[in-house]
């Protein structure tokens, strides 16, 4: 697997050029899209969030790199991807996949990343988040994707200043995370999940999503926090902010050589670990074949043991 998904820097003051660049890039380059039939999915929940008319076109599936690609996304759902009850633990992840808030990558950052912490107890439960209306046609998405690319490029600035780039509204995807949550605490007695011990995951975009929904939301009560290959601009720490479990690659697009969201989450006074990779590239979801970045999960799920989140109450007795 190779650059899969569209990059968001940081959360929603954070959004910067390379996502433009990086769109643009991976639609010209050899992860050819083509159209798919929606896959089922019998497990998925509506979580009956906002106008579901707000999207004009259906929504439609791709396949770019072998992955499932999920565009127009007016109805969010989310899929409980519960651990062996003989390995569960209690501990509950949501998992939010990436693509620049135009699309989802659900498999390799969603649907292979629940299968994968269900196997270590681990309750998972993938969010299909609600996204910006795109072209109808493929080719016309990619015509829009290089419009966006220009006007980043065509953007005024100040003398010695970076060019204004736009800052996306994320209150319907908050909302999404918000209804997620509130459903998991309701079933928690159904899915084994401990309320205490629930987290959020997200790549790229879902990475700035698990971080927007960590400084703004007042109704989420995350655990722990787990940005993966996402924006590293420094921003204010809430003062109840979770510990924070943190990787990127050194040649991904999004990284610029700066630690600002890290050295916030320290300065803080908050658990986090960080991992910089030296190789990886963007969108590497479990990960790369013969690549450092590979061994991310496996540190993950220690970064997770020893902070106790997978040891003590089982999910079901």
């Known amino acids: 697997m190779t650059m899969k998904s569209l990059p968001f820097q940081g959360c929603r003051k954070g959004l910067v050029a390379v996502l433009m660049v990086f769109s643009t890039m991976a639609l010209a380059q050899d992860g050819k899209m083509t159209p798919m039939d929606a896959p089922k999915e019998p497990n998925a929940i509506p979580l009956e969030t906002g106008d579901v008319e707000q999207q004009s076109e259906p929504e439609t599936w791709f396949r770019q790199w072998g992955d499932p690609m999920a565009r127009n996304i007016s109805k969010a759902t989310l899929t409980p991807v519960l651990a062996d009850p003989d390995k569960a633990n209690g501990t509950s992840v949501i998992v939010a996949p990436g693509g620049g808030f135009m699309w989802l990558s659900m498999g390799n950052e969603g649907w292979e990343v629940a299968e994968a912490l269900a196997e270590q107890g681990i309750n998972a439960f993938v969010l299909k988040y609600r996204l910006q209306p795109t072209a109808p046609t493929l080719e016309g998405f990619e015509k829009q994707m290089n419009r966006r690319f220009e006007e980043a490029e065509n953007a005024p600035a100040d003398e010695g200043e970076a060019p204004e780039r736009p800052r996306w509204d994320l209150s319907n995807q908050i909302e999404d995370v918000e209804a997620a949550y509130a459903l998991m605490l309701k079933r928690k007695d159904e899915w084994g999940v401990n309320p205490d011990r629930i987290g959020m995951i997200g790549f790229s975009a879902g990475a700035g999503l698990t971080m927007a929904t960590t400084l703004e939301s007042e109704k989420v009560d995350l655990a722990f926090i787990g940005p993966i290959y996402g924006g590293m601009n420094a921003v ?25 969201l890290i050295q916030s989450w320290y300065e803080a006074g ?35 043991d020893v902070n106790g989140f997978l040891t003590g109450e089982k999910a079901h007795p």
Do not use: C
């Open 236 to 260: 204010d720490v809430p003062k109840d902010a979770p510990p924070m479990f943190a990787a990127i690659a050194a040649d991904d697009f999004l990284f610029n050589g700066e630690f600002g």
């Open 270 to 304: 908050v658990p986090v670990e960080f991992h910089l990779y030296q190789n990886g590239g963007h969108g590497f979801g479990l990960g790369n074949p013969d690549r450092t970045s590979n061994t991310w999960f496996q540190a993950f799920m220690h970064w997770l």
